[in-house]
């Protein structure tokens, strides 16, 4: 089975203060993911990677910046945090889409993080 | 890019009933619509997809079906118990693309 890890379940943090946000998986998958999500808004992607120090932004990348030195981790950074980042974060992987792979997510149980 | 928009919000059925959740997307270049289901404290898991070649799609209790032409697909979960308590959330893909669009989720409450 594919393992997604992430590091923390819950977190809270002070505004202003950096933040790290980590995740790892055991599957050798290309893609890693980093979503937030908040109630009525579903789940909105803050950045991907598709390679060791390869990044795309997503919808939301504002406030965010992550880090993917290894294949198997992937950090998403809060530089500097703030209340409104007050959120349940979630990573996620895939392998990479060739022939007809289909484009599967598998997720961590998310990190629930709150800014005061 | 592709927008997905999912109805109900929220769900409430009687255990045996059936439930029904739909999703529109805006895009008609997407061709992979996969459902997710995230039970408390848990991250979002594959129950079922669908690909934009079939119309309908059965795993036990669960079904899939997909319209193409209207841009909508749909959930069916039939003879439901407690344990399908959860939120559910559809999505879309675009073929070549490792991204998800996401719709924004459906919570499921089944009473006994």
């Known amino acids: 089975d594919v393992k997604v890890t992430q590091s923390s379940r819950y977190l809270v943090k002070r505004t202003g203060e950096k933040v790290f946000l980590e995740c790892v998986q055991d599957m050798d998958h290309e893609n890693m993911f980093w979503y937030r999500q908040d109630p009525g808004l579903g789940l909105r992607l803050i950045y991907f990677s598709y390679d060791v120090k390869m990044k795309e932004k997503g919808d939301i990348p504002e406030g965010y910046s992550v880090s993917r030195e290894k294949k198997e981790r992937f950090s998403l950074i809060l530089e500097s945090a703030s209340t409104n980042q007050t959120s349940m974060y979630l990573c996620?992987?895939?392998?990479?889409?060739?022939?007809?792979?289909?484009?599967?997510?598998?997720f961590g149980a998310g990190t629930r993080l709150s800014v005061l | 890019g592709e927008n997905v928009e999912q109805h109900p919000s929220t769900l409430s059925v009687q255990e045996g009933d059936s439930a029904v959740i739909k999703c529109t997307y805006s895009d008609s270049a997407s061709n992979y619509f996969p459902w997710y289901k995230q039970e408390l404290g848990k991250g979002p898991q594959l129950i079922i997809d669908i690909r934009s070649n079939v119309g309908e799609k059965k795993d036990q209790r669960i079904a899939v079906t997909l319209n193409k032409t209207a841009k909508h697909f749909s959930l069916h979960i039939t003879e439901t118990q407690p344990e399908d308590s959860a939120v559910y959330f559809c999505?879309?893909?675009?073929?070549?693309?490792?991204?998800?669009?996401f719709g924004k989720g459906t919570m499921l409450l089944v009473s006994p």
């Open positions: 996620a992987s895939s392998l990479p889409l060739e022939g007809l792979a289909k484009n599967i997510q598998y």
């Open positions: 999505a879309a893909s675009i073929s070549g693309y490792s991204t998800l669009t």
